[in-house]
C-alpha cells in the first residue's frame, strides 16, 4: 500500500510564494507519474502539474512560469513551488500518483492553500 502525504500549505498574501511537498511512503516502487491537483469547493478537480518518470513535466496554463514542479526520486518525494500567488490559486492541493505496473492510483489527503489580502 502506498501513503501520500502533503504537506507545506498554508495562509499568504497575493504575490507571495509556497512550496508543497508530498512524501510517497509504503509499496513506492516505479511511480509512473506524480502530480499535483487542486480543488475549490464545488468544481472539479484539476491538474495543476505533473511530472512522469522520465522527467518530463507538465503545468496548467494558469500555473505556467509561476509554479515549478520538481521530484526526488531517491527519497520519493515530489514538490511544488508556486510564486506569485494570486487568490485565485486558493484551493486544496492534491498528491498524485500512479503505478504502470499494479494499474494503481493514490491520492493525498490534501493540503489547503489560502491566498488573500
Known amino acids: 500500500q502506498v501513503q501520500l502525504v502533503e504537506s507545506g500549505g498554508g495562509l499568504v498574501r497575493p504575490g507571495a510564494s509556497l512550496r508543497l511537498s508530498c512524501a510517497a511512503s509504503g509499496n513506492t516502487f516505479s511511480f509512473s507519474t506524480m502530480a499535483w491537483y487542486r480543488q475549490a469547493p464545488g468544481k472539479q478537480r484539476e491538474l495543476v502539474a505533473s511530472?512522469?518518470?522520465?522527467?518530463?513535466?507538465e503545468y496548467a496554463d494558469s500555473v505556467k512560469g509561476r509554479f515549478s514542479i520538481s521530484k526526488d526520486s531517491a527519497r520519493n518525494t515530489i514538490n511544488l513551488q508556486m510564486r506569485s500567488l494570486e487568490t485565485e490559486d486558493t484551493d486544496v492541493y492534491y498528491c498524485?500518483?500512479?503505478?504502470?505496473?499494479?494499474?494503481?492510483?493514490?491520492w493525498g489527503q490534501g493540503t489547503q492553500v489560502t491566498v488573500s489580502s
Open positions: 511530472i512522469t518518470c522520465g522527467a518530463l513535466i
Open positions: 498524485y500518483a500512479d503505478q504502470v505496473v499494479t494499474s494503481l492510483t493514490y
